[in-house]
């Protein structure tokens, strides 16, 4: 299975220079606990924006055009070829950039979005629409603002439609 996780703002950013627009400790609770002991793809960029490198406890793969190598990664040219090694996994992880999602979202049969509730904040990395012939709504969790998060947010889970 292939799953998609991000976190979006009302107008689909996820990122500005090379960094996540939200820091909401709930999301990346469940980011750690929903990819880990799973195998995560990464573009290039989203690798070099993690601050200490590849993360602990995941086969992290990174999707790179360049002949390159990463510390405690595996490295592909192509979303195709990293998916071919990993088809005995049962649920794959994709964490990102914009160009993978947008490639990603075409074959994803599972997504894991964070919606925060904002839209004032600047962004230039932006999340494809999730069209609703295409994608099912599973669950929805709504949560307010607090001491530990600035913004509110929901936590929502799609599959699929099958035709």
């Known amino acids: 299975m292939l799953s998609i996780i991000v976190a979006i703002n009302k107008n689909n950013g996820i990122g500005f220079h090379n960094e996540l627009l939200y820091w ?17 793809i990464m573009g290039r960029k989203t690798f070099e924006s993690l601050p200490k490198g590849a993360l602990p406890n995941r086969r992290n793969i990174v999707l790179t055009s360049q002949n390159m190598e990463f510390p405690g990664t595996e490295t592909f040219h192509s979303l195709a070829e990293a998916l071919a090694a990993c088809k005995e996994e049962e649920e794959v992880f994709i964490i990102g950039g914009a160009s993978l999602y947008a490639e ?38 709504c949560h307010s603002t607090d001491e530990k998060h600035l913004y509110s ?11």
């Not at 947010?153 to 099958?162: Q, S, T």
Request: aromatic content about 10%.
């Open 104 to 141: 990603a979202l075409k074959v994803a049969d599972r997504l894991y979005i964070t919606e925060v509730e904002d839209a004032e904040k600047p962004a230039d990395v932006f999340f494809p629409n999730i069209t609703p012939d295409e994608w099912q709504e599973k669950s929805r969790e």
């Open 24 to 40: 909401l400790p709930n999301d990346l609770k469940r980011f750690k606990a929903l990819t880990t002991g799973h195998t995560i």
């Open 153 to 163: 947010y929901n936590l929502v889970n799609y599959e699929r439609i099958k035709h």
